[in-house]
């Protein structure tokens, strides 16, 4: 059984580029959360979905940032116009049900670096 | 909303050593899970250990176990008989398990842990 799957693992954009973000669920998981890592610090949710349902995006900037997970096909973060303060690493998480008793398995991360 | 504090940015310890690395945390919350994660060079999050806030028997795998005060907020992770793998960064986190409640994971800062050979 495969584990969480991310990709790119790096990604480099230059300022004013959208930024693509791909995560591939366990099988079986229908339940995704990204978080965001600046550098030196802990990880910071950003949204959780369930398939075609924005479940809580209350970490997510107001501008900018997006995410999808669309009855098929992997959750897509989506950053458009990036900037410097961007640069960061994105985690994808994923459990086979919410509630009580979920168990979050993490993806390797995306790097992505703006220039 | 709740936060969580790891005071020790960086800690050392020589290899077949013990260590512990210290948590707190904050929440009007009664019922909720805690968990110490691994993060190696790789960026690679690893869950190390759970802890369920109703229980009140400390966690243990293998050499890690943890010290749960709940009156106390604290969440400390010891490491028995260090190795040299054990060397990462260590993330405790907070999720709520009430009815309802969000299922996001609330991390902590980070400690860096170095092993001495």
């Known amino acids: 059984n495969a584990g969480v799957m991310q990709n790119p693992r790096h990604l480099v954009r230059r300022r004013g580029q959208e930024a693509r973000l791909r995560c591939s669920p366990m099988?079986?998981?229908?339940?995704v959360y990204w978080y965001r890592q600046l550098p030196e610090e802990g990880l910071k949710f950003m949204v959780y979905?369930?398939?075609?349902?924005?479940?809580?995006e209350s970490g997510m900037p107001k501008e900018r940032f997006s995410a999808e997970f669309p009855k098929e096909g992997p959750s897509i973060l989506r950053i458009q116009q990036v900037v410097r303060g961007d640069s960061a690493a994105y985690f994808c998480?994923?459990?086979?049900?919410?509630?009580?008793?979920?168990?979050?398995?993490f993806g390797p991360g995306t790097r992505l670096t703006v220039l | 909303a709740q936060t969580v504090t790891q005071s020790q940015p960086e800690m050392s310890v020589q290899e077949a050593e013990t260590v512990t690395l210290s948590c707190t945390y904050d929440?009007?919350?009664?019922?909720?899970?805690l968990f110490w994660y691994k993060q190696p060079p790789s960026r690679q999050m690893i869950l190390v250990i759970r802890?369920?806030?109703?229980?009140?028997q400390n966690a243990t795998e293998n050499r890690f176990s943890v010290n749960f005060q709940k009156a106390a907020k604290s969440f400390s992770l010891k490491i028995s008989d260090s190795q040299l793998g054990d060397a990462a960064m260590y993330f405790c986190?907070?999720?709520?398990?009430?009815?309802?409640?969000?299922?996001?994971?609330?991390f902590g800062g980070g400690t860096r842990l170095m092993v001495k050979p």
């Open positions: 929440t009007s919350e009664s019922d909720y899970y």
């Open positions: 998480a994923s459990s086979p049900y919410g509630g009580r008793y979920n168990e979050q398995f």
């Open positions: 986190a907070y999720r709520s398990a009430g009815v309802g409640a969000g299922n996001m994971l609330t």
């Open positions: 802890q369920e806030a109703y229980k009140q």
């Open positions: 099988k079986g998981h229908s339940h």
């Open positions: 979905l369930q398939k075609e349902n924005i479940i809580d």
